[in-house]
């Protein structure tokens, strides 16, 4: 059976920093690969998603994530935070026909001042 | 606003209480799911519906029920419920087909419920 680790499940980081959260799947065949991220108070929203091609991928708010099949990783990535992006962030896959989402614990990130 | 709307947004019942947690999407999708998200644990799918057809049920214990009468509406039916089925609920739909794994999940904001 599939699996998704994340690695961190808090970080704490300033404004204008990096931003770099872990995540490594298990699983041998195709993959569609997702990151989620869930505001306070706010529903789950799609950050971006990695089905072919680019490994490369940009989503939304900046972020970018990158899918290194060799590692089976998905790692996502902002260069300079905001405090707006304080957040939890869950990574996910899906690997039958249906697109049943398989989710990592989440990891809460929280952006001071 | 994701098109996925849910009510009630937050349930309190009793262990021998039945109720239902209702989802609704306005995005013209045919598939909908039920998720479980406990505190510190993942989200866990618990039911997949397409095309009004269960595709799934992941284990999930017999107290839950869900109904989907079309492709716009998806319930979760509740009966004596235990302590540790309180969390948040969510609802998702996609345009799901048969090798539709590629396709979004939009999310509801969940209904939050804790039972006594």
């Known amino acids: 059976a599939q699996s998704v680790s994340q690695h961190n499940h808090h970080v704490i980081l300033s404004e204008a920093a990096s931003l770099e959260l872990g995540c490594n799947y298990s699983?041998?065949?195709?993959?569609?690969l997702f990151w989620y991220v869930q505001y306070p108070g706010q529903h789950l929203q799609l950050l971006l998603k990695y089905f072919s091609g680019d490994p490369l991928v940009k989503g939304i708010k900046g972020f970018e994530a990158e899918f290194i099949k060799s590692k089976f990783s998905f790692n996502l990535r902002k260069p300079s935070v905001q405090w707006s992006d304080t957040a939890e962030y869950f990574c996910a896959l899906t690997t039958d026909s249906w697109g049943k989402l398989q989710f990592g614990a989440g990891t809460q990130v929280v952006v001071t001042p | 606003e994701t098109g996925v709307t849910q009510t009630p947004r937050h349930l309190v019942m009793g262990m021998t209480n039945k109720k239902s947690l209702k989802c609704e999407q306005h995005?013209?999708?045919?598939?909908m799911y039920w998720y479980k998200q406990s505190a510190k644990k993942p989200l866990e799918l618990m039911f997949v519906y397409s095309l009004e057809e269960r595709v799934e049920n992941n284990s999930v214990p017999s107290r839950f029920s869900p109904e989907c009468p079309n492709s716009s509406h998806l319930f979760l039916h509740l009966h004596t419920l235990q302590p540790e089925d309180s969390a948040l609920y969510l609802c998702a739909s996609s345009q799901g087909q048969r090798g539709g794994r590629r396709e979004t999940q939009y999310f509801g904001p969940g209904t939050r419920l804790l039972v006594l």
């Open positions: 995005l013209g999708h045919n598939a």
């Open positions: 699983y041998g065949g195709t993959v569609n």
